[in-house]
């Protein structure tokens, strides 16, 4: 079972429609991510924060907007999406490190399914 | 730009078989080497972390790193067909705050 939970687990949306994904972790890691991942390919970086600092992919849409209450919880609101941002959106967590070393392991929710119509 | 290059395959192999899962990467700087299974509909799940030259085992799954060379590879013993799945190659570098770079993943099927 991951410790990263995800809600919700699938969404619909219209195009018209505003919505929040949610992501929560207790593993005590200090970043946190959202990847975008379309079938068949491989997940891409959307956002990261880093104690709770936000570093941007500038390829990403404003329609995107991260939000980081806490060092624990990190959101994704969605306003006014596009059927081709339809795609498993995955949150995950990781202990912050300045070297090699076990911190750099990346840990994933079971993601957000979005349908966008 | 880091790059990481896998074989979209589908790598199809026999029960009991060994798969052989490779990956190569441009950028030297590259400090920890991942793998990870996804299932289809799934979400990633780590397999396998290495860091330095040569190999480190875990079970049924070996991963290989050869940073001269710059590939890293996955081989799994006796390969189940519940390890049909994608595998996703995936790096970190060596400053803090970088994120995990993915490869296109190899599709295995594994026959019974």
């Known amino acids: 079972d991951t410790e990263v939970t995800q809600t919700p687990k699938h969404l619909v949306m219209g195009m018209t429609n505003k919505k929040s994904l949610k992501c929560e972790q207790h593993?005590?890691?200090?970043?946190m991510y959202w990847y975008k991942q379309k079938a068949k390919k491989p997940p891409e970086l959307m956002f990261v924060y880093s104690y709770e600092k936000l570093s941007i992919n500038e390829s990403v849409p404003s329609r995107f907007s991260p939000e980081c209450p806490n060092s624990s919880l990190l959101n994704l609101h969605l306003h006014a999406l596009q059927p081709e941002d339809s795609a498993l959106y995955l949150c995950a967590s990781s202990q912050v490190g300045t070297g090699v070393g076990t911190n750099e392991k990346l840990f994933f929710g079971s993601g957000t399914q979005l349908s966008v119509l | 730009q880091k790059e990481v290059e896998q074989n979209s395959g589908p790598l199809s192999v026999p029960e009991g078989a060994i798969a052989s899962l490779n990956c190569t990467y441009s950028?030297?700087?590259?400090?920890?080497f991942f793998w990870y299974r996804q299932y289809s509909g799934k979400s990633p799940e780590l397999i396998m972390s290495i860091y330095s030259n040569g190999d480190k085992e875990d079970g049924r799954f070996t991963a290989q790193l050869n940073k001269a060379s710059q590939y890293v590879s996955l081989l799994i013993r006796d390969s189940q067909p519940s390890d049909s799945a994608t595998y996703l190659c995936?790096?970190?570098?060596?400053?803090?705050?970088?994120?995990?770079?993915f490869g296109k993943g190899t599709t295995l099927s594994v026959s019974s």
């Open positions: 593993m005590g890691h200090r970043a």
């Open positions: 950028d030297r700087g590259s400090q920890s």
């Open positions: 995936a790096l970190k570098g060596n400053q803090a705050g970088t994120a995990l770079i």
